[in-house]
């Protein structure tokens, strides 16, 4: 008879267990060059993938498990330059949107921030 229950790590993991899980998957490799920014308070590690910032400034509709995503053209000028006051604007929503997950984390009480 095949035992039909389920892993012990399936669903939501402890504080403990997520610690450790995190661990683990912190050891594993990237699938492309990664660059976090990572920020420590009251001893729990919050990341900020600096890529994922970038894709979603640079794209709209950036889907990360398709691979889909289309220019942001918003960030290019009437002349198809870069369109510098617009993209330094995006870039600060975008940062202090990450910002405030990070703090909403801290309140939380919870690790990783994906962005």
Not at 14 to 30: D, F, K, M, R, V
Not at 90 to 97: D, G, H, K, M, N
């Amino acid at each position: 008879m095949v035992s039909h229950h389920q892993p012990p790590y399936y669903g939501i993991a402890a504080s403990e267990q997520a610690a450790n899980i995190e661990a683990e998957l912190a050891q594993l490799p990237t699938p492309f060059p990664s660059y976090q920014l990572q920020i420590t308070i009251a001893a729990q590690l919050y990341t900020i993938d600096i890529w994922q910032l970038c894709f979603r400034l640079c794209f709209i509709g950036y889907d990360q498990a398709g691979g889909t995503a289309q220019v942001n053209t918003a960030l290019f000028d009437e002349t198809g330059d870069i369109d510098w006051l617009q993209l330094d604007e995006a870039t600060q929503y975008i940062v202090s949107e990450a910002l405030r997950d990070v703090d909403a984390k801290v309140s939380l009480g919870t690790g990783t921030v994906e962005h």
